[in-house]
């Protein structure tokens, strides 16, 4: 008994010690509150004309930045669009023209997204 009990603690802490490794894929960012919070953080326009852009239908692009960092769209065009990451970690809904949508960035990583209505609007978020 007292043997299992001590392979027991050494397996628990060998899997402690494996889900602390470096290599694990980036936490998903977390959404800011609805208007953008304080308005600091870092600007990406959707531009006039996105939706027949590609890598510039968001400015800048890519944008870079730290580690808990919010980063606000605005929609700067006439027609209604997105900003969803790639692998679902995040998605604005629809930003109507002049709306925003603010996330801030909790894990380092890159964040690969594009507009769900017009797929060939794209851009990355890099989080150091």
Do not use: E
Request: hydrophobic content about 30%; overall charge positive; charged content about 5%.
């Amino acid at each position: 008994m007292r043997f299992r009990l001590a392979l027991m603690f050494v397996l628990i802490g060998f899997a402690a010690a494996c889900g602390s490794s470096s290599s694990t894929p980036p936490t998903s960012p977390s959404p800011s509150p609805p208007g953008g919070g304080s308005g600091s953080g870092t600007p990406v326009s959707i531009v006039s004309g996105a939706s027949t852009l590609t890598t510039t239908a968001y400015s800048p692009n890519p944008v870079n930045v730290a580690v808990g960092t919010t980063v606000t769209w605005t929609n700067n065009d006439s027609t209604t669009h997105t900003s969803t990451a790639n692998n679902g970690a995040f998605s604005s809904g629809n930003i109507a023209p002049g709306g925003k949508f603010s996330m801030t960035f909790s894990s380092a990583g890159t964040f690969q997204y594009h507009c769900t209505i017009h797929p060939n609007m794209v851009g990355t978020v890099n989080v150091q």
